[in-house]
């Protein structure tokens, strides 16, 4: 059983470094899909860091995708949704909500995990877990890593038999995550997250002027927004700037 993201083809990472696109509507959807991003994040960078957009936007979103792959005769898009912030204790809700999410045929299903309270946050993630197991639903949780991450967290991660698990930040103002907390942390993180059949995502405001310290990190994609937008991650995709990403990405 997957839970986690869908496959992506095993190039090294010296080679290339995948890139998780993150949209907040159809338009978007299409325009990173035709520059040739391999997944596709939804949500709404209006409301907050994993934003969830409204489940009729999330459906016409995956429509619109599977539509154009087919036309266009292209290998399957990736398409990965937030849940939305909520609090890690609200687990009943958050799992309804993965359910609601699910339904709109995406791949994935993001949620959070605020570090500001670790027991609920481990409760969180067991949830998780065993919500994954018993409906098949592919569920990544997104470690939120601002003010770091606990060992607990992490524990609880590699024990939930996830197929793939993110690092983000909540305050994308404050610079990337690469700025946010030390390389050695970060490769630290990665290498005792990653496992067999455990993908790795860094996301969190990265810029292209990031790409040497995530090369060098080797995680095995990287989420972006900011960097392809025109100024403010709230605004619409900037064409030149997204082709220029995935150019420096290999």
Same mark, same amino acid.
């Given at each position: ?24 509507? #159809? !338009?978007?959807?299409?325009?990173? @899909? +035709?520059?040739?991003?391999? *997944?596709?994040?939804?949500?709404? =960078?209006?409301?907050? %860091? ?71 946050? #481990? !409760?969180?993630?067991?949830?998780? @877990? +065993?919500?994954?197991?018993? *409906?098949?639903?592919?569920?990544? =949780?997104?470690?939120? %890593? ?105």
């Amino acid at each position: 059983m997957n839970t986690g993201l869908a496959a992506i083809d095993p190039l090294p990472l010296a080679t290339r470094l995948h890139a998780l696109v993150s949209v907040r509507d #159809v !338009a978007e959807a299409l325009q990173a @899909a +035709a520059a040739g991003v391999d *997944t596709i994040d939804l949500k709404d =960078p209006s409301d907050g %860091a994993l934003g969830g957009l409204p489940l009729p936007v999330i459906a016409a979103i995956v429509a619109a995708l599977r539509g154009w792959a087919g036309d266009m005769s292209v290998n399957a898009i990736s398409i990965s949704a937030t849940v939305g912030d909520w609090p890690a204790a609200a687990r009943a809700a958050i799992l309804r909500r993965v359910d609601r999410v699910a339904a709109c045929g995406v791949d994935q299903v993001k949620v959070g995990t605020s570090m500001h309270d670790v027991d609920a946050a #481990v !409760a969180l993630i067991d949830a998780l @877990a +065993a919500h994954a197991r018993s *409906t098949g639903i592919a569920i990544v =949780p997104v470690l939120i %890593a601002d003010d770091g991450i606990a060992s607990a967290c992490i524990a609880a991660v590699r024990r939930g038999g996830f197929a793939a698990v993110m690092l983000d930040t909540a305050d994308k103002r404050g610079g990337s995550l690469l700025q946010r907390r030390p390389a050695a942390e970060l490769a630290a993180w990665v290498e005792a997250l990653r496992g067999p059949g455990m993908r790795v995502g860094l996301a969190g405001a990265l810029m292209p002027a990031d790409i040497p310290a995530l090369r060098a990190l080797s995680p095995d994609y990287a989420g972006f927004r900011s960097a392809v937008c025109a100024g403010d991650r709230r605004l619409g995709l900037d064409a030149g700037r997204l082709a220029a990403l995935l150019v420096a990405l290999g």
